[in-house]
Nanobody
């Protein structure tokens, strides 16, 4: 089991920025592909952005392209989601996901492990 903890959610106004963080105590963090998903009470959990185990390969959902940036620090065991120009429709609970992966490129949006989520609320 991989324990994931998300930090950084909160209330912001539309147009503002917010950075989410995810950390895990696993000793081999660089063996895991990581991703951010989000979910509202009425919708299923959807993919936002993913990053390969070495950070060289990323994928962003269409809703995130140009506004959100995923990154990671394999030395400190952290993953980040920088969110700029936030919109009201970005309001959701954001989840950190992890998948043990042998590949160095992003190839699959499916995750094995999940954090408990952090709530982001964007007001107009």
């Amino acid at each position: 089991q991989v324990e994931l903890t998300e930090l950084g959610g909160g209330l912001v106004q539309a147009g503002e920025s917010l950075t989410l963080s995810c950390t895990t105590p696993v000793p081999n963090f660089s063996n895991y592909a990581m991703a951010w998903f989000r979910q509202t009470p009425r919708d299923e959990r959807v993919f936002v952005a993913g990053i390969s185990r070495n950070g060289a390969s990323t994928k962003h959902a269409d809703s995130a392209k140009g506004r959100f940036t995923i990154s990671r620090d394999n030395v400190k065991n952290w993953m980040y989601l920088r969110m700029d120009n936030l919109r009201v429709e970005d309001t959701a609970t954001y989840f950190c996901g992890a998948r043990f992966d042998h590949r160095q490129t992003w190839w699959n949006d499916l995750m094995e492990y999940w954090g408990k989520g952090t709530l982001v609320t964007v007001s107009s």
